[in-house]
Protein backbone atom coordinates (compact mmCIF):
# COMPACT_ATOMS: atom_id res chain seq x y z
CA UNK A 1 0.00 0.00 0.00
CA UNK A 2 2.94 2.34 0.63
CA UNK A 3 4.21 0.98 -2.60
CA UNK A 4 1.41 2.55 -4.39
CA UNK A 5 1.04 5.45 -2.46
CA UNK A 6 4.67 6.72 -3.36
CA UNK A 7 4.21 6.21 -7.04
CA UNK A 8 1.24 8.66 -7.11
CA UNK A 9 2.71 10.93 -4.92
CA UNK A 10 5.81 10.81 -7.77
CA UNK A 11 3.03 10.83 -10.71
CA UNK A 12 1.46 14.22 -9.10
CA UNK A 13 5.05 15.80 -8.51
CA UNK A 14 6.28 15.22 -12.42
CA UNK A 15 2.99 16.69 -13.66
CA UNK A 16 3.09 19.48 -11.64
CA UNK A 17 6.44 20.07 -13.06
CA UNK A 18 5.68 20.09 -16.82
CA UNK A 19 2.58 21.79 -16.54
CA UNK A 20 3.86 25.63 -16.17
CA UNK A 21 6.39 24.53 -19.04
CA UNK A 22 3.91 23.66 -21.58
CA UNK A 23 1.99 27.53 -20.57
CA UNK A 24 5.61 29.20 -21.17
CA UNK A 25 5.90 27.87 -24.65
CA UNK A 26 2.66 28.93 -25.65
CA UNK A 27 3.36 32.18 -24.26
CA UNK A 28 6.82 32.52 -26.08
CA UNK A 29 6.02 31.48 -29.38
CA UNK A 30 3.31 34.04 -31.05
CA UNK A 31 2.23 33.76 -34.75
CA UNK A 32 4.43 35.73 -37.38
CA UNK A 33 1.65 37.99 -38.20
CA UNK A 34 3.04 41.40 -39.69
CA UNK A 35 5.61 41.03 -41.97
CA UNK A 36 7.26 44.90 -43.31
CA UNK A 37 9.79 44.73 -46.64
CA UNK A 38 10.71 46.84 -49.31
CA UNK A 39 11.72 45.64 -52.70
CA UNK A 40 15.42 47.64 -52.52
CA UNK A 41 16.52 47.47 -49.01
CA UNK A 42 20.13 48.52 -50.01
CA UNK A 43 20.93 51.65 -52.58
CA UNK A 44 23.70 53.49 -53.29
CA UNK A 45 22.86 57.35 -53.57
CA UNK A 46 24.65 60.69 -54.56
CA UNK A 47 25.78 63.33 -52.21
CA UNK A 48 22.44 65.60 -51.63
CA UNK A 49 20.02 63.25 -53.14
CA UNK A 50 16.93 62.73 -51.64
CA UNK A 51 15.42 58.87 -51.38
CA UNK A 52 12.16 57.67 -51.04
CA UNK A 53 11.64 54.08 -50.46
CA UNK A 54 8.00 52.30 -50.97
CA UNK A 55 7.59 49.94 -48.60
CA UNK A 56 5.05 47.38 -47.63
CA UNK A 57 2.74 46.06 -45.31
CA UNK A 58 0.95 42.84 -44.32
CA UNK A 59 -0.67 41.22 -41.96
CA UNK A 60 -2.12 38.08 -41.47
CA UNK A 61 -4.15 38.90 -38.53
CA UNK A 62 -7.67 40.46 -38.28
CA UNK A 63 -7.99 44.47 -39.87
CA UNK A 64 -5.92 46.35 -37.44
CA UNK A 65 -4.02 50.03 -37.03
CA UNK A 66 -0.07 49.64 -37.43
CA UNK A 67 1.72 52.33 -36.33
CA UNK A 68 5.16 53.23 -37.58
CA UNK A 69 8.34 54.78 -36.43
CA UNK A 70 12.11 55.07 -36.74
CA UNK A 71 14.20 52.84 -34.11
CA UNK A 72 17.70 54.00 -35.87
CA UNK A 73 18.05 57.29 -37.90
CA UNK A 74 21.91 58.27 -38.38
CA UNK A 75 22.80 61.59 -36.70
CA UNK A 76 21.39 64.63 -38.88
CA UNK A 77 18.89 62.54 -40.82
CA UNK A 78 15.52 63.16 -41.46
CA UNK A 79 13.15 60.03 -41.81
CA UNK A 80 9.65 60.89 -42.56
CA UNK A 81 6.62 58.50 -43.32
CA UNK A 82 4.82 59.60 -46.33
CA UNK A 83 1.34 58.71 -47.41
CA UNK A 84 -1.08 60.47 -50.43
CA UNK A 85 1.24 63.14 -50.05
CA UNK A 86 1.50 63.81 -46.72
CA UNK A 87 3.32 63.05 -43.36
CA UNK A 88 1.80 59.81 -41.80
CA UNK A 89 2.18 57.87 -38.27
CA UNK A 90 0.12 54.94 -39.30
CA UNK A 91 -1.23 52.62 -41.74
CA UNK A 92 -4.46 50.57 -41.78
CA UNK A 93 -4.10 47.18 -42.54
CA UNK A 94 -6.23 44.35 -43.84
CA UNK A 95 -5.58 40.45 -43.51
CA UNK A 96 -3.67 39.35 -46.99
CA UNK A 97 -3.79 42.68 -48.51
CA UNK A 98 -0.81 44.87 -48.79
CA UNK A 99 -0.78 48.36 -46.99
CA UNK A 100 1.80 50.51 -48.57
CA UNK A 101 3.61 53.73 -47.04
CA UNK A 102 6.78 55.75 -48.41
CA UNK A 103 10.06 56.41 -46.54
CA UNK A 104 11.54 59.58 -47.16
CA UNK A 105 15.19 59.66 -46.54
CA UNK A 106 16.99 63.69 -46.08
CA UNK A 107 20.38 63.90 -46.46
CA UNK A 108 21.89 66.82 -43.58
CA UNK A 109 23.94 69.42 -45.60
CA UNK A 110 26.89 68.24 -44.55
CA UNK A 111 27.03 64.23 -45.25
CA UNK A 112 30.04 62.26 -45.73
CA UNK A 113 30.35 59.78 -48.04
CA UNK A 114 29.71 55.99 -46.56
CA UNK A 115 27.19 53.21 -45.65
CA UNK A 116 24.37 54.45 -43.32
CA UNK A 117 21.36 52.51 -41.37
CA UNK A 118 17.89 52.86 -40.83
CA UNK A 119 16.01 50.89 -38.84
CA UNK A 120 11.82 51.27 -38.68
CA UNK A 121 9.15 49.53 -36.69
CA UNK A 122 5.80 48.51 -37.72
CA UNK A 123 3.59 47.90 -34.54
CA UNK A 124 0.35 46.77 -34.69
CA UNK A 125 -2.40 45.06 -32.13
CA UNK A 126 -1.30 41.58 -32.55
CA UNK A 127 2.46 42.02 -33.29
CA UNK A 128 5.20 43.82 -34.54
CA UNK A 129 7.85 43.85 -37.50
CA UNK A 130 11.03 45.80 -38.61
CA UNK A 131 12.95 46.88 -41.46
CA UNK A 132 16.22 47.64 -42.04
CA UNK A 133 17.77 49.72 -44.88
CA UNK A 134 20.92 50.63 -45.88
CA UNK A 135 21.81 53.49 -47.92
CA UNK A 136 25.23 54.16 -49.45
CA UNK A 137 26.46 57.56 -50.12
CA UNK A 138 29.11 58.28 -52.66
CA UNK A 139 30.04 61.37 -54.82
CA UNK A 140 28.28 61.90 -57.75
CA UNK A 141 29.73 61.72 -61.57
CA UNK A 142 29.47 65.73 -62.93
CA UNK A 143 27.11 66.13 -65.10
CA UNK A 144 28.46 65.19 -68.60
CA UNK A 145 26.85 64.60 -72.23
CA UNK A 146 29.64 63.92 -75.29
CA UNK A 147 28.35 63.48 -78.96
CA UNK A 148 30.40 61.48 -81.81
CA UNK A 149 30.36 60.08 -84.99
CA UNK A 150 32.92 58.37 -87.35
CA UNK A 151 32.21 60.05 -90.38
CA UNK A 152 31.47 64.09 -90.09
CA UNK A 153 32.13 64.64 -93.39
CA UNK A 154 29.64 63.17 -96.77
CA UNK A 155 29.23 64.10 -100.32
CA UNK A 156 26.12 64.12 -102.13
CA UNK A 157 24.65 66.52 -104.79
CA UNK A 158 22.35 69.10 -104.50
CA UNK A 159 18.53 67.64 -103.74
CA UNK A 160 20.07 64.62 -101.72
CA UNK A 161 19.84 63.75 -98.23
CA UNK A 162 22.84 63.58 -96.23
CA UNK A 163 22.53 60.98 -93.23
CA UNK A 164 25.07 60.66 -90.18
CA UNK A 165 24.85 58.72 -87.55
CA UNK A 166 26.52 59.94 -84.13
CA UNK A 167 26.34 58.82 -80.34
CA UNK A 168 25.31 59.83 -78.08
CA UNK A 169 25.87 59.65 -74.38
CA UNK A 170 25.14 60.87 -70.76
CA UNK A 171 28.59 60.25 -68.56
CA UNK A 172 26.89 62.02 -65.94
CA UNK A 173 25.64 60.59 -62.53
CA UNK A 174 21.90 62.45 -63.51
CA UNK A 175 19.16 61.46 -65.64
CA UNK A 176 18.67 64.15 -68.37
CA UNK A 177 16.18 65.26 -70.88
CA UNK A 178 18.25 66.26 -74.31
CA UNK A 179 16.85 68.58 -76.69
CA UNK A 180 18.48 68.53 -80.03
CA UNK A 181 19.06 71.34 -82.04
CA UNK A 182 20.97 72.78 -85.71
CA UNK A 183 22.95 75.26 -87.01
CA UNK A 184 22.98 75.03 -90.71
CA UNK A 185 23.49 77.05 -93.68
CA UNK A 186 20.64 78.21 -95.79
CA UNK A 187 19.07 75.56 -98.18
CA UNK A 188 19.60 72.68 -96.03
CA UNK A 189 16.23 71.34 -93.21
CA UNK A 190 17.76 69.11 -90.65
CA UNK A 191 16.28 66.13 -88.72
CA UNK A 192 17.08 64.07 -86.14
CA UNK A 193 15.98 60.16 -85.44
CA UNK A 194 16.48 58.11 -82.56
CA UNK A 195 15.52 53.94 -82.89
CA UNK A 196 13.72 55.22 -86.46
CA UNK A 197 11.26 58.07 -85.16
CA UNK A 198 11.61 61.75 -85.63
CA UNK A 199 12.57 63.40 -82.16
CA UNK A 200 13.53 66.94 -81.28
CA UNK A 201 13.80 65.58 -77.61
CA UNK A 202 13.98 62.46 -75.26
CA UNK A 203 15.30 61.44 -72.15
CA UNK A 204 18.72 59.86 -71.79
CA UNK A 205 19.46 57.97 -68.15
CA UNK A 206 22.79 58.53 -66.22
CA UNK A 207 25.86 56.60 -68.34
CA UNK A 208 22.91 55.76 -71.24
CA UNK A 209 24.70 56.23 -74.66
CA UNK A 210 21.85 56.14 -77.89
CA UNK A 211 22.16 55.75 -81.20
CA UNK A 212 21.00 59.71 -83.50
CA UNK A 213 20.72 59.42 -87.37
CA UNK A 214 20.86 63.04 -88.09
CA UNK A 215 19.27 63.72 -92.06
CA UNK A 216 20.43 66.73 -93.48
CA UNK A 217 18.05 67.67 -96.71
CA UNK A 218 19.42 69.87 -99.23
CA UNK A 219 17.39 71.70 -101.92
CA UNK A 220 18.16 71.22 -105.77
CA UNK A 221 18.85 75.00 -106.38
CA UNK A 222 22.25 74.67 -104.06
CA UNK A 223 25.29 75.21 -105.58
CA UNK A 224 28.23 73.14 -105.59
CA UNK A 225 30.55 73.67 -102.12
CA UNK A 226 31.51 72.62 -98.67
CA UNK A 227 28.82 73.34 -96.15
CA UNK A 228 29.48 73.33 -92.22
CA UNK A 229 26.17 71.88 -89.51
CA UNK A 230 26.69 72.50 -85.61
CA UNK A 231 24.40 69.70 -83.94
CA UNK A 232 23.89 70.59 -80.19
CA UNK A 233 22.73 68.16 -77.33
CA UNK A 234 21.31 70.60 -74.69
CA UNK A 235 20.17 68.39 -71.34
CA UNK A 236 20.11 71.10 -68.42
CA UNK A 237 23.27 72.57 -67.63
CA UNK A 238 25.25 70.96 -70.28
CA UNK A 239 25.07 70.63 -74.00
CA UNK A 240 27.33 68.81 -76.27
CA UNK A 241 28.53 69.86 -79.80
CA UNK A 242 29.12 68.25 -83.22
CA UNK A 243 30.36 69.59 -86.05
CA UNK A 244 29.21 67.90 -89.41
CA UNK A 245 30.39 68.67 -92.73
CA UNK A 246 28.44 68.25 -96.21
CA UNK A 247 29.97 68.50 -99.53
CA UNK A 248 27.93 69.45 -102.02
CA UNK A 249 29.08 68.41 -105.59
CA UNK A 250 27.59 70.70 -108.62
CA UNK A 251 25.22 69.30 -111.07
CA UNK A 252 24.13 70.11 -114.80
CA UNK A 253 20.38 70.49 -115.18
CA UNK A 254 19.26 71.47 -118.99
CA UNK A 255 16.27 72.91 -119.81
CA UNK A 256 15.17 72.37 -123.81
CA UNK A 257 12.87 75.42 -124.46
CA UNK A 258 11.89 78.21 -127.74
CA UNK A 259 12.12 81.93 -127.24
CA UNK A 260 9.17 83.06 -125.20
CA UNK A 261 8.53 79.44 -124.19
CA UNK A 262 6.48 78.89 -127.52
CA UNK A 263 7.18 75.26 -128.32
CA UNK A 264 5.09 75.68 -131.86
CA UNK A 265 5.84 76.87 -135.30
CA UNK A 266 4.88 76.38 -138.80
CA UNK A 267 6.80 74.53 -141.69
CA UNK A 268 5.92 74.33 -145.63
CA UNK A 269 5.75 71.07 -147.22
CA UNK A 270 9.14 70.07 -149.30
CA UNK A 271 11.12 73.84 -148.07
CA UNK A 272 13.35 74.24 -145.08
CA UNK A 273 11.83 76.22 -142.03
CA UNK A 274 14.17 77.59 -139.20
CA UNK A 275 13.09 76.61 -135.97
CA UNK A 276 14.44 78.86 -132.70
CA UNK A 277 15.51 76.02 -129.94
CA UNK A 278 16.79 77.53 -126.44
CA UNK A 279 19.38 75.06 -124.53
CA UNK A 280 19.32 76.66 -120.80
CA UNK A 281 21.44 74.82 -117.73
CA UNK A 282 20.09 75.92 -114.66
CA UNK A 283 21.98 73.43 -112.52
CA UNK A 284 24.91 74.32 -110.11
CA UNK A 285 27.81 72.69 -112.67
CA UNK A 286 28.54 73.39 -116.29
CA UNK A 287 27.47 71.08 -118.85
CA UNK A 288 29.99 69.38 -121.11
CA UNK A 289 29.62 67.68 -124.48
CA UNK A 290 26.05 68.27 -125.27
CA UNK A 291 24.62 66.57 -127.89
CA UNK A 292 21.24 67.63 -129.80
CA UNK A 293 19.22 64.77 -131.41
CA UNK A 294 15.71 65.01 -132.37
CA UNK A 295 12.77 62.14 -133.09
CA UNK A 296 10.56 63.62 -136.35
CA UNK A 297 7.61 62.38 -138.06
CA UNK A 298 8.21 59.91 -140.84
CA UNK A 299 10.30 61.58 -143.38
CA UNK A 300 10.95 64.73 -141.93
CA UNK A 301 14.71 66.05 -142.16
CA UNK A 302 16.09 67.87 -139.03
CA UNK A 303 19.62 69.57 -139.02
CA UNK A 304 20.93 71.36 -135.66
CA UNK A 305 23.50 74.45 -135.76
CA UNK A 306 25.61 74.19 -133.88
CA UNK A 307 24.78 70.15 -134.09
CA UNK A 308 27.08 70.11 -130.28
CA UNK A 309 27.59 72.42 -127.31
CA UNK A 310 31.05 71.99 -126.09
CA UNK A 311 30.41 73.62 -122.69
CA UNK A 312 27.24 75.35 -121.38
CA UNK A 313 28.40 77.17 -117.92
CA UNK A 314 25.39 76.64 -115.03
CA UNK A 315 22.91 80.16 -115.55
CA UNK A 316 23.91 80.43 -119.10
CA UNK A 317 21.80 79.35 -122.09
CA UNK A 318 22.60 79.10 -125.90
CA UNK A 319 20.13 79.81 -129.15
CA UNK A 320 20.16 76.42 -131.43
CA UNK A 321 18.54 76.33 -134.85
CA UNK A 322 17.17 73.67 -136.19
CA UNK A 323 16.64 73.11 -139.80
CA UNK A 324 13.19 71.64 -140.58
CA UNK A 325 12.17 69.91 -143.66
CA UNK A 326 8.58 68.32 -143.99
CA UNK A 327 8.79 66.16 -146.76
CA UNK A 328 7.17 67.37 -150.50
CA UNK A 329 3.97 65.32 -150.22
CA UNK A 330 3.14 66.09 -146.42
CA UNK A 331 -0.62 66.67 -145.76
CA UNK A 332 -1.59 69.96 -144.40
CA UNK A 333 -1.92 70.13 -140.60
CA UNK A 334 -0.25 69.53 -136.97
CA UNK A 335 2.95 67.34 -136.43
CA UNK A 336 4.64 66.74 -133.55
CA UNK A 337 8.60 66.94 -133.07
CA UNK A 338 10.97 66.18 -130.10
CA UNK A 339 14.51 67.89 -129.74
CA UNK A 340 16.71 66.27 -127.03
CA UNK A 341 19.85 67.66 -125.60
CA UNK A 342 22.47 64.46 -123.92
CA UNK A 343 25.19 65.92 -121.50
CA UNK A 344 28.04 64.00 -121.31
CA UNK A 345 28.02 64.75 -117.25
CA UNK A 346 24.14 64.86 -116.66
CA UNK A 347 20.80 64.17 -117.40
CA UNK A 348 19.04 63.88 -120.92
CA UNK A 349 16.35 66.63 -121.48
CA UNK A 350 13.99 66.90 -124.01
CA UNK A 351 10.67 69.37 -125.24
CA UNK A 352 7.90 68.32 -127.69
CA UNK A 353 7.48 71.18 -130.27
CA UNK A 354 4.08 71.23 -132.37
CA UNK A 355 4.46 72.31 -135.58
CA UNK A 356 1.74 73.12 -138.77
CA UNK A 357 2.64 72.27 -142.15
CA UNK A 358 1.11 74.63 -145.04
CA UNK A 359 0.90 73.70 -148.74
CA UNK A 360 3.01 76.32 -151.14
CA UNK A 361 0.70 78.80 -152.32
CA UNK A 362 2.19 78.22 -155.90
CA UNK A 363 0.25 75.01 -156.62
CA UNK A 364 -2.79 76.69 -155.18
CA UNK A 365 -2.29 79.65 -157.68
CA UNK A 366 -1.63 77.25 -160.91
CA UNK A 367 -5.33 74.98 -160.20
CA UNK A 368 -7.01 78.71 -159.41
CA UNK A 369 -5.33 79.42 -163.17
CA UNK A 370 -6.55 75.89 -164.76
CA UNK A 371 -9.77 76.32 -163.39
CA UNK A 372 -10.04 79.79 -164.85
CA UNK A 373 -8.81 78.23 -168.40
CA UNK A 374 -11.07 75.06 -168.18
CA UNK A 375 -14.34 77.55 -167.56
CA UNK A 376 -13.56 80.09 -169.93
CA UNK A 377 -12.56 76.90 -173.12
CA UNK A 378 -16.70 75.75 -172.18
CA UNK A 379 -18.06 78.92 -171.96
CA UNK A 380 -16.41 79.41 -175.73
CA UNK A 381 -17.97 76.32 -176.72
CA UNK A 382 -20.98 77.17 -175.62
CA UNK A 383 -20.88 80.63 -177.33
CA UNK A 384 -19.65 78.87 -180.78
CA UNK A 385 -22.29 75.80 -181.18
CA UNK A 386 -24.85 77.75 -179.47
CA UNK A 387 -25.49 80.27 -182.39
CA UNK A 388 -25.67 77.26 -185.09
Not at 52 to 62: G, N
Not at 162 to 191: C, I
Amino acid sequence: MKRWFALLLTLIFIFALAAPSVVLAQDEVPGKEITFFTTYPSQVVGIGETVTLPLRLRTTAPAQVISLSMKEVPEGWTATFRGSGRAVEAVYAEPNVDATVDLRLEQPANVAAGTYKFVAIAKGEHGSAELTVFLTIQEKTPPKLTLKTELPTLKGTPGSTFRYSADLKNEGGDDLTVNLVAEAPAGFQVNFKVSGQDVTSFPLAANESKRLSIEAQTVSALEGGTYRIVVRAQGGVVDATLELTAEVTGQATLLVTAPEGRLSGQAYAGRETPLKVIVANNGTAPANAIELTSSTPSGWTIEFDPKKIDTLNAGQQVEVTAKVRPPEKAVAGDYVLTVRARPANGTTQSADFRITVLTSTLWGVVGIVLVAIAVAVVAMAVMRFGRR
